[in-house]
């Protein structure tokens, strides 16, 4: 018999003499456009906090009357005693902001995306044999992996597409056209979290209306972060109100906490609630985080000046990072990836600029490809002109020291 600590001791050497430990760093502040750290003020560069929500006073003051007037817990699944009027209200309202009919709440999108596809693809559903198709970008959330894992092989077929590629996508659509499945669907992250850039949704929404396929993203880098009224990937390339499918989390600009949702049809969502495992048998989000995630899209509402503070924050962020002589990504997102080739030095960026009270974190090999190296940095509207500056100015100093710009 073998001894399971001596093998995951083994194992924790393995991860770590492949320099792929991932080290936690203790935060002592609240998220915010600066954080403090060891007692230190940092410039914080690597949250998801894109809108400053995550301490902002308006969704701190929601969440607090959330524990106010429905407690701190409703201590039950949706379908027992778990849904209360703030449930509802919130899932109609992310329907609503997303042009969909309906919604429904997970305790996050990794939920979300684990209790879509099996709940569909397992199913008979009218057959007593049946094959379906699902086509998978290649670099899709890890959530959208695992929740294509749970669906039986045997009759589900996948198929990975290269990143982004229509091409290969559309050869592998043609190759499909004539075969007898039952159902066919695409899925996609609306924005891919490593590299910040945008499926192409007017050419997937040609192609999946072309096929007879259903169109799913998974929107979470992108709601409340792009599209002019923060309505995401759709908005921003003008296919509103013509994915078939969202999902999303509560988790990242829309007050950084927790949660997660699908949205689509309303007899879609209503299957949902009878099928999905993680919503059914999972615990109903908090009071808090319910009024607060409300709160979040009131005031993404009525203020825009908060989602063009964003904009303008990414905007210069990436003007001045290029002039410096940096090599970037480009695009539009706040997710700005700085290449740099090789793992060690990345590595030794990274601690450069955390001495220098940049808080920021370095990819690398498996997580991204290898010679990939980069740092990815995130702006968020939370920061500060002074903020931005002073990173540019620690970038520009450990740039010169380590040789990346001259
Ligand atoms: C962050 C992220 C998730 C996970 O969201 P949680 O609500 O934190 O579980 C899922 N999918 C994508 C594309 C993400 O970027």
Same mark, same amino acid.
């Given at each position: 018999?073998? $001894?399971?600590?001596?093998?995951?001791?083994?194992?924790?050497? !393995?991860?770590? =003499?492949?320099?792929?430990?991932?080290?936690?760093?203790?935060?002592?502040?609240?998220? @915010?456009?600066?954080?403090?750290? @060891?007692?230190?003020?940092?410039?914080?560069?690597?949250?998801?906090?894109?809108?400053?929500?995550?301490?902002?006073?308006?969704?701190?003051?929601?969440?607090?009357?959330?524990?106010?007037?429905?407690?701190?817990?409703?201590?039950?699944?949706?379908?027992?005693?778990?849904?209360?009027?703030?449930?509802?209200?919130?899932?109609?309202?992310?329907?609503?902001?997303?042009?969909?009919?309906?919604?429904?709440?997970?305790?996050?999108?990794?939920?979300?995306?684990?209790?879509?596809?099996?709940?569909?693809?397992?199913?008979?559903?009218?057959?007593?044999?049946?094959? =379906?198709?699902?086509?998978?970008?290649?670099?899709?959330?890890?959530?959208?992996?695992?929740?294509?894992?749970?669906?039986?092989?045997?009759?589900?077929?996948?198929?990975?597409?290269?990143?982004? =590629?229509?091409?290969?996508?559309?050869?592998?659509?043609?190759? #499909?056209?004539?075969? $007898?499945?039952?159902?066919?669907?695409?899925?996609? $992250?609306?924005?891919?979290?490593?590299?910040?850039?945008?499926?192409?949704?007017?050419?997937?929404?040609?192609?999946?209306?072309?096929?007879?396929?259903?169109?799913?993203?998974?929107?979470?880098?992108?709601?409340?972060?792009?599209?002019?009224?923060?309505?995401?990937?759709?908005?921003?390339?003008?296919?509103?109100?013509?994915?078939?499918?969202?999902?999303?989390?509560?988790?990242?600009?829309?007050?950084?906490?927790?949660?997660?949702?699908?949205?689509? #049809?309303?007899?879609?969502?209503?299957?949902?609630?009878?099928?999905?495992?993680?919503?059914?048998?999972?615990?109903?989000?908090?009071?808090?985080?319910?009024?607060?995630?409300?709160?979040?899209?009131?005031?993404?509402?009525?203020?825009?000046?908060?989602?063009?503070?964003?904009?303008?924050?990414?905007?210069?962020? !990436?003007?001045?990072?290029?002039?410096?002589?940096?090599?970037?990504?480009?695009?539009?997102?706040?997710?700005?990836?700085?290449?740099?080739?090789?793992?060690?030095?990345?590595?030794?960026?990274?601690?450069?600029?955390?001495?220098?009270?940049?808080?920021?974190?370095?990819?690398?090999?498996?997580?991204?490809?290898?010679?990939?190296?980069?740092?990815?940095?995130?702006?968020?509207?939370?920061? @500060?002109?002074?903020?931005?500056?002073?990173?540019?100015?620690?970038?520009?100093?450990?740039?010169?020291?380590?040789?990346?710009?001259?």
């Amino acid at each position: 018999m073998s $001894d399971l600590n001596t093998i995951i001791k083994e194992e924790l050497e !393995r991860i770590n =003499d492949a320099n792929t430990f991932k080290f936690e760093t203790e935060i002592e502040s609240a998220q @915010s456009g600066t954080v403090k750290v @060891s007692g230190k003020v940092m410039v914080m560069l690597a949250s998801n906090n894109y809108l400053g929500f995550s301490n902002h006073p308006k969704i701190r003051e929601a969440a607090i009357r959330g524990i106010n007037d429905y407690g701190h817990g409703v201590a039950s699944v949706r379908f027992l005693c778990g849904t209360q009027t703030i449930h509802r209200d919130l899932e109609r309202r992310i329907a609503k902001f997303l042009s969909k009919d309906d919604s429904i709440l997970f305790s996050s999108c990794f939920a979300a995306n684990e209790g879509l596809f099996a709940s569909l693809f397992n199913e008979p559903l009218g057959m007593d044999e049946w094959q =379906d198709v699902i086509y998978t970008d290649q670099f899709n959330h890890a959530s959208i992996i695992d929740g294509l894992r749970l669906c039986r092989s045997k009759s589900t077929v996948k198929r990975i597409y290269k990143h982004m =590629d229509m091409n290969d996508l559309e050869e592998i659509l043609k190759e #499909d056209e004539d075969k $007898d499945f039952r159902f066919r669907l695409l899925v996609t $992250d609306g924005v891919f979290s490593m590299e910040g850039d945008l499926a192409p949704l007017p050419r997937l929404v040609e192609l999946c209306g072309q096929y007879g396929i259903t169109l799913t993203i998974d929107d979470s880098h992108a709601l409340g972060v792009i599209g002019d009224s923060g309505r995401g990937t759709p908005e921003e390339l003008g296919v509103q109100g013509e994915i078939d499918i969202i999902t999303g989390t509560l988790g990242k600009a829309m007050g950084g906490a927790a949660g997660g949702f699908i949205a689509g #049809d309303k007899e879609l969502i209503t299957y949902l609630r009878q099928k999905s495992r993680p919503y059914t048998f999972s615990n109903s989000l908090p009071p808090s985080i319910v009024i607060a995630a409300i709160e979040a899209f009131d005031l993404l509402d009525s203020d825009s000046s908060i989602i063009a503070k964003l904009k303008e924050n990414t905007d210069y962020f !990436r003007k001045e990072i290029r002039l410096l002589g940096f090599t970037i990504l480009k695009g539009i997102h706040p997710i700005v990836p700085i290449m740099l080739g090789e793992a060690s030095l990345a590595q030794e960026m990274a601690k450069s600029l955390l001495e220098e009270n940049i808080y920021i974190k370095g990819l690398w090999f498996p997580v991204v490809p290898k010679g990939e190296a980069r740092l990815r940095t995130q702006l968020s509207a939370a920061h @500060s002109r002074d903020d931005l500056d002073k990173a540019l100015s620690a970038f520009e100093t450990t740039g010169k020291k380590l040789g990346v710009i001259s």
